[in-house]
């Protein structure tokens, strides 16, 4: 009996191996996380509540994005005017506000080098998300009881940062995502500056 219970103990330990983070119900690998990533990915400079600013090293970076992606889809659907927008009608907007550039040169305008171009289309499908959250608003959505009703469970493996399920934050010097600033004593939205290295 007691062989078989460290069998089992065992068994649900290897389930955690090379786990970046369980969203939602969703298994996010670390090799998922690396598929992001060029050699050449350079941590993020964010700026905080009091203007000084932070590095945000590559990986907890892709892993805050992912989380607010499906963040902001989980929010969508808890507001009924905006509940059937879909990833593609918001890639198709994104692809009218790139306005004939490329995603990788949006991206690198925002300071972000060294990611795939999947990764960019993420960061700015996120982008898109907020402005979709923020347009709601604006016609008189209340957002904030939006966002409190949902259940929107994390866990994030402690090298890529810490979750606050209480304020929906990734912590590694990550602010939630623009459309969370909605709620009361919330954090700065997330601000990516241009980075100081070439």
């Not at 069998?7 to 996380?33: F, K, M, Q, S």
């Not at 171009?117 to 016609?139: M, T, W």
């Not at 402690?158 to 623009?178: E, I």
Request: hydrophobic share 40%; aromatic share 6%.
């Amino acid at each position: 009996m007691a062989s078989v219970l460290v069998v089992a103990g065992l068994a649900g330990c290897r389930t955690n191996v090379n786990t970046a983070a369980v969203i939602d119900g969703h298994r996010v690998t670390e090799t998922e996380v690396n598929q992001y990533l060029t050699p050449n990915a350079q941590p993020v400079s964010e700026r905080d509540q009091n203007g000084g600013t932070s590095q945000i090293s590559p990986r907890s970076f892709v892993v805050a994005q992912l989380i607010n992606e499906r963040l902001g889809f989980k929010i969508l659907a808890a507001i009924p005017s905006v509940s059937d927008v879909t990833a593609a009608q918001l890639d198709a907007q994104l692809q009218s506000d790139l306005a004939g550039k490329s995603v990788t040169e949006v991206a690198e305008t925002l300071g972000l080098h060294g990611y795939t171009e999947d990764f960019y289309k993420i960061v700015l499908r996120v982008q898109e998300l907020s402005g979709v959250l923020r347009n709601a608003q604006q016609n008189g959505v209340d957002v904030s009881k939006a966002i409190n009703s949902i259940t929107f469970p994390v866990s994030v493996s402690p090298r890529y940062g810490r979750w606050d399920a209480n304020n929906l934050q990734f912590s590694s010097g990550v602010t939630v995502p623009g459309y969370l600033d909605v709620r009361p004593g919330s954090h700065v939205p997330l601000q990516v500056l241009p980075s100081t290295t070439s």
